[in-house]
């Protein structure tokens, strides 16, 4: 008996087994079956495969290098300042040129500061007081200028005064030109030299027209029918962005200049071409903007015939430029390929699932085909068990639609 059993499992191995399959004549079903088959290769060839070019493997791993330099000059003639030429050397910081850079548009100068003794502000809270203890000596002035020697300074018929402070002397004026003082930076050019690289492809490329002609640079700008010209104009930036540059010019902001680099190394490499796009960034656009706007300090130092140190205070109001660069490279792959075709196929499986669910929990015949498709087979006194025939014609598979 063991050694029939042992050689009914061996000769087992040689068998073949193969599926059956029952065919419902069911035109609801086969419709939805047919539906859902179409779908999920339409997301397979449509989204999948030409959308999201499933058949590339990608590299976002970008190499980026940002060179800027600006162009241009304005004249200034203020009581402070008298009359005065600005070049790149004064109104652009960093001076270097890196992805991120500062125009000055506007300032408030405060000339011949030193280090003496005298009132702070009036507009400073924490400088105001009635007597000489509401200045506590050696106590800083919150968000003030100094600190404050111990003195409550008056005018004669007041009776608030400022405490006085120990600091640079006179304290920062408050008054800003209504009108930007370098209102013609809205003329200003800026070269934007972008580099880029995707190393998985050791694919790399420039933002700049490869030409010999040495004058192309020095008279073409950025627009759509000349992408490879890296010289843009700062009023048309701050356009592109949605704004008036001589009312940005007052206050200052920031705006982004996103570089973006989409390339199908399936194709040429003179079809990877870089997308610009401009946004404006700080919260001009807010409801109530508590802070709109963009400025900072900055001090020239010198030493008159005494040795003494005085200074010119310069509260400098611009625009920052963010220059930002991302992207992605794709080519095609074998291996993506395959995974996606795989992932197609399985969703196929699925739909049959799905029909299947449909056909046999969710129709009025269900339970009738329940029964066809699972056949349960009871041994007795080892023999076989066969399904007989409906009508000696007509086998238990075939069977009748809805």
Not at 9 to 21: A, I
Not at 360 to 385: C, D, H, P, T
Request: aromatic share 12%; charged share 25%.
């Amino acid at each position: 008996m063991g050694q029939v059993a042992w050689k009914g499992l061996f000769l087992s191995l040689f068998d073949y087994k193969t599926e059956k399959y029952v065919i419902a004549k069911s035109k609801k079903v086969g419709i939805l079956y047919r539906v859902v088959q179409l779908s999920i290769l339409a997301y397979l060839v449509g989204w999948v495969f030409i959308v999201k070019k499933g058949y590339q493997d990608t590299d976002t791993s970008l190499q980026s290098s940002v060179i800027t330099k600006l162009k241009g000059v304005a004249f200034t003639n203020t009581s402070e300042l008298r009359e005065r030429l600005w070049d790149v050397a004064d109104y652009v910081i960093p001076p270097q040129g890196e992805n991120v850079f500062f125009v000055m548009t506007n300032l408030i100068v405060t000339p011949n500061q030193r280090q003496a003794t005298c009132p702070e502000s009036d507009r400073i809270p924490d400088a105001l007081c009635y007597k000489d203890r509401d200045c506590v000596a050696g106590e800083a002035v919150v968000a003030g200028n100094g600190v404050k020697t111990g003195r409550c300074l008056k005018d004669r018929d007041s009776i608030r005064g400022t405490c006085e402070i120990l600091a640079w002397c006179p304290v920062e004026k408050r008054s800003k030109p209504k009108k930007p003082l370098l209102a013609s930076a809205e003329n200003f050019t800026v070269y934007i030299k972008n580099s880029v690289r995707f190393p998985k492809f050791k694919f790399s490329k420039m933002n700049v027209l490869a030409t010999t002609n040495e004058s192309y640079l020095k008279s073409c700008r950025y627009s759509k029918e000349h992408p490879y010209c890296p010289i843009f104009l700062l009023g048309n930036i701050v356009q592109w962005a949605g704004s008036d540059f001589q009312e940005m010019a007052s206050e200052g902001g920031v705006i982004g200049i996103q570089i973006e680099w989409n390339c199908d190394l399936d194709k040429a490499p003179s079809e990877c071409n870089p997308h610009y796009s401009f946004s404006r960034l700080d919260n001009k656009f807010a409801e109530k903007p508590i802070s709109s706007g963009y400025n900072f300090r900055f001090a020239k130092y010198y030493r008159d015939a005494e040795g003494v140190d005085y200074r010119t205070l310069i509260k400098a109001y611009g625009i920052r430029f963010d220059v930002m660069v991302n992207g992605k490279a794709g080519k095609f792959n074998i291996i993506p390929t395959i995974i996606n075709i795989g992932s197609g196929l399985a969703l196929m499986g699925a739909g049959a699932f799905f029909c299947d669910l449909v056909l046999l929990y969710l129709i009025k015949k269900s339970n009738f085909y329940r029964g066809k498709k699972y056949e349960e087979v009871k041994s007795s006194s080892g023999k076989s068990l066969s399904s007989p025939t409906l009508n000696g014609n007509q086998s238990p598979d075939q069977l009748g639609g809805l």
